[in-house]
């Protein structure tokens, strides 16, 4: 895509940290912007601020674990906006301990949030975008431990691994159908965001020791 004016762009984790920079970004280009992020106060707190440099904003608080509020995400954006043209899925935690000592509950929470909500964003919004038959993008946050492996973070690498796998196929299989919508996979080091602190949106009734310090220079969304 190069034209950007009077787009919209639908972004996840879009309170804060990466998703926020890129909210800021999507508004300078003149686009019509969605936020989605689970946390209430920051998400009207982005909003107010967006609208305010005369943005047109919606905000939709939205738990990217679950396909119905991505369904309802997406609701929303269309009968807003009449389409989606940028789709950043975004949104990310992390936790530290060793693979063995994550219980089930850390894999379903951190499997939800950094995969399952990749998945749900490309579920619920690629038939749109193939239906509207606009040049379309979207950009899924892995991270660079999504590409290489080492101790530390493991639960958090696997989840990152699978995001750069689903955006490759997703990268061919469009590309093999011949439609308008690209496909990036963003991998990037070391960046200050808020995700050491993604317990404090964590609501499972389950406590997992934040990572330590030597784990940071992997870290990235959120």
């Known amino acids: 895509m190069q034209d950007f004016k009077g787009k919209v762009a639908v972004i996840t984790g879009g309170a ?3 998703g926020r920079a890129l909210a800021d970004r999507a508004v ?6 969605v936020l989605a992020d689970v946390e209430r106060e920051p ?36 009968s807003t906006f009449g389409g989606v043209h940028l789709l950043f899925n975004n949104a990310g935690v ?10 089930t509950e850390d894999w379903d929470w951190i499997i939800g949030v950094n995969l399952m909500g ?3 964003g490309v579920r619920v919004f690629a038939p749109i975008m193939l239906e509207q038959g ?14 290489v492996s080492g101790p530390r973070l493991g639960a958090y690498k696997v989840t990152k691994f699978g995001v750069v796998a689903l955006s490759e196929t997703l990268y061919f299989e469009l590309g093999n159908d011949g439609s308008n919508i ?39 969304d959120g």
Request: hydrophobic share 40%; proline share 3%; with cysteine.
């Open 118 to 120: 990749v998945i749900h």
């Open 182 to 220: 690209g496909v990036s996979v963003l991998c990037p080091g070391f960046i200050r965001t808020q995700i050491n602190r993604a317990e404090r949106n964590r609501n499972d009734g389950s406590s997992q020791a934040t990572p330590d310090p030597a784990d940071s220079t992997l870290l990235d």
């Open 134 to 147: 606009d040049e379309c993008h979207i950009v899924n946050t892995a991270s660079l431990a999504g590409l």
């Open 43 to 78: 998400l009207l707190k982005a909003e107010a601020e967006l609208s305010e440099r005369g943005a047109q904003v919606l905000a939709v608080e939205t738990d990217v674990s679950k396909g119905v509020d991505l369904d309802r995400l997406a609701e929303q954006t269309v």
């Open 28 to 33: 300078s280009e003149g686009m019509k912007i």
């Open 16 to 18: 804060s940290g990466i």
């Open 94 to 103: 992390v936790m530290g301990g060793r693979i063995w000592e994550n219980t």
